[in-house]
């Protein structure tokens, strides 16, 4: 059964590393029949959280703050697959990334007991080294916190550069984990 995918792309390069990883991947679901929508993280304007408990009282608008979030929160109520895309950032995700994902936290608001929606993921990151441990461990605690169940991940070391990652076994990777993902073969 086809799937909705949404890609939230944490990476500030729209031709960098990160971003084809998410083209592979993204290759490999629409060819397997699933719908793909990415937002480009850094081309859109979403503000921090800010802490107020506030969200949650209007379904359409999740959350007080208006901005490009408003555009995010309708297809990842739809979605079945959530997949996260970030260069590693001092062992971390990118703070494009972390910023729209917090704000999601509105979304559970709408839920009286603050229940996040359950949602499949997966994990797409690029990094000029091969430190990915710390990000990983933040990764499996926030799908364990959220409930969701990982699909699979791939993490591209040793790409700094734009274009780094050109004819790097990753790039096959996302693509098959995409065809994987998008037509549930055994998962």
């Known amino acids: 059964m086809a799937k909705k995918i949404v890609v939230l792309n944490g990476s500030p390069r729209p031709k960098g590393n990160t971003s084809s990883l998410v083209a592979e991947f993204a290759r490999g679901a629409k060819e397997a029949g699933s719908d793909v929508t990415v937002f480009e993280l850094d081309k859109m304007d979403i503000h921090g959280c800010k802490g107020c408990f506030g969200g949650g009282k209007n379904p359409e608008h999740p959350c007080v703050q208006r901005d490009d979030m408003d555009k995010i929160y309708p297809v990842y109520r739809e979605a079945d697959v959530i997949v996260l895309a970030t260069p590693l950032y001092y062992w971390n995700f990118s703070g494009q990334l972390r910023t729209a994902f917090d704000r ?38 926030l799908m364990k916190h959220l409930g969701w169940k990982e699909l699979g991940t791939v993490l591209a070391g040793g790409v700094m550069k734009v274009g780094d990652i050109s004819g790097h076994k990753e790039l096959k990777e996302a693509y098959e984990l995409g065809k994987t993902v998008a037509g549930g073969n055994g998962l």
């Open 104 to 141: 999601l936290f509105a979304v559970a608001e709408c839920d009286p007991n603050y229940s996040n929606p359950k949602k499949d993921s997966v994990l797409l990151m690029a990094a000029e080294g091969y430190g990915f441990d710390d990000a990983l461990s933040y990764y499996k605690n």
